[in-house]
Nanobody
């Protein structure tokens, strides 16, 4: 099983930027789609963005489209989530997930391994 560690979260003002990283262990990481999800207090976890194994295809939730960008570096076993123009409603714990079978409109059930999450807080 692939193990994941997220980093890069923190406190930022509205309009600011953060870059999250998801570092993976395991030689098979580069063969899987990877997704980012988030869970705000009192809410269910929701999909944010996903990327295919090659990095050639990406998919975003409407709420982050045009502001967030997902990318990956398979040589470094790492996936990134660049978050720009952050809003208070982006405040959540962000999780990366892999062993994914789909990058297009995936659900949580499409992923087999999850990280522990990193907190992102956007102040108004």
């Amino acid at each position: 099983q692939v193990q994941l560690v997220e980093s890069g979260g923190g406190l930022v003002q509205a309009g600011g930027s953060l870059r999250l990283s998801c570092a993976a262990s395991g030689r098979t990481f580069s063969t899987y789609a990877v997704g980012w999800f988030r869970q705000a207090p009192g809410k269910e976890r929701e999909f944010v963005a996903a990327i295919s194994w090659s990095g050639g295809d990406t998919y975003y939730a409407d709420s982050v489209k045009g502001r967030f960008r997902i990318s990956r570096d398979n040589a470094k076993n790492t996936v990134y989530l660049q978050m720009n123009s952050l809003k208070p409603e982006d405040t959540a714990i962000y999780y990366c997930a892999t062993e994914g079978s789909s990058w297009y409109a995936p659900s949580e059930a499409d992923f087999g391994s999850w990280g522990q999450g990193t907190q992102v807080t956007v102040s108004s």
